[in-house]
């Protein structure tokens, strides 16, 4: 199975915390390592993580923590993150030089979310969306980056401001390597965003969107979002 790259380098300005958000606690547990144990048991024994701020606290919580013994977890620092996403997936790719699985560490999803996607037989880059309805009512509608697919689930158009789109971004993809070329593209425009890389890969009809079908998931920004994530009694979410 493809390794899975997790983005862990971002600050969490909106929490006002010292701590990194990836730390975070829900359910006595760092968010980052609820991730971890999430894609692990689904089978995913190779992870990376894209660290930036603070990386070292980041990655000796990750060193220290008693994950699955076979389950291998390598921390890669971005010394630029706070340039955009962008940068921290061209890292990635660049190191690894094959297809991944990529996520956020403040995206979370249930168990059977994850395994739908990662059972299926992906030979393009692909993102799992969802569609805006009573299910994901707890959604920030304002803060959610919105996917325009064709009829043939190709993706036209991503980013934060659409005002024509007709899925959302959940934080979970399947890139191949034409992911390295689309960022260093868009870069060179100046713009540092991973959003503005798969604008590049919609434009080659290079990217699909694969629907949760309303499986849980959540993105995780503000306190109010911790405090609803530490409500939820489902311990597929959190283990």
Same mark, same amino acid.
């Given at each position: 199975?493809?390794?899975?790259?997790?983005? =862990?380098? &971002?600050? &969490?300005?909106?929490?006002?915390?010292h701590?990194?958000?990836?730390?975070?606690?829900?359910?006595?547990?760092?968010?980052?390592?609820?991730?971890?144990n999430r894609f692990n048991r689904q089978g995913i024994d190779t992870i990376y993580i894209i660290t930036g701020y603070k990386s070292? $606290?980041?990655?000796?919580? /990750? %060193?220290?923590y008693p994950f699955n013994a076979a389950l291998k977890?390598?921390?890669?620092?971005? !010394?630029?993150?706070?340039? &955009?996403?962008?940068?921290s997936?061209?890292? =990635?790719?660049?190191?690894?030089?094959?297809?991944?699985?990529?996520?956020? =560490?403040?995206?979370?999803?249930?168990?059977?979310?994850?395994?739908?996607?990662? $059972?299926? !037989?992906?030979?393009?880059?692909?993102? /799992?969306t969802d569609e805006l309805?009573?299910?994901? =009512?707890?959604?920030?509608i304002e803060d959610v980056t919105k996917v325009q697919i064709d009829s043939?689930?190709?993706? @036209?158009? @991503? &980013?934060?401001? %659409?005002?024509d789109y007709n899925q959302i971004d959940t934080g979970l993809f399947y890139l191949t390597t034409d992911i390295e070329p689309a960022l260093e593209s868009s870069q060179l425009k100046g713009d540092f965003s991973l959003s503005s890389g798969i604008k590049q890969l919609a434009l080659q009809q290079k990217i699909k969107c694969?629907?949760?079908?309303?499986?849980?998931?959540?993105?995780?920004?503000?306190?109010s979002d911790f405090d609803y994530a530490n409500l939820i009694e489902n311990s597929k979410i959190f283990a």
């Open positions: 199975m493809s390794p899975l790259v997790i983005l =862990a380098a &971002g600050m &969490g300005e909106r929490l006002k915390s701590i990194p958000k990836s730390l975070q606690l829900i359910n006595n547990t760092p968010l980052l390592m609820h991730q971890i070292e $606290d980041v990655q000796t919580a /990750v %060193l220290a977890v390598h921390c890669i620092n971005n !010394p630029n993150w706070e340039k &955009g996403n962008g940068t997936v061209h890292v =990635a790719a660049q190191y690894l030089k094959q297809s991944f699985y990529l996520t956020m =560490a403040d995206h979370i999803f249930s168990d059977r979310f994850i395994q739908q996607f990662v $059972d299926q !037989p992906l030979l393009q880059s692909t993102l /799992v309805n009573t299910h994901n =009512a707890h959604l920030d043939n689930n190709y993706i @036209i158009n @991503i &980013g934060k401001t %659409l005002t694969f629907n949760c079908n309303k499986e849980f998931w959540m993105d995780i920004d503000t306190p």
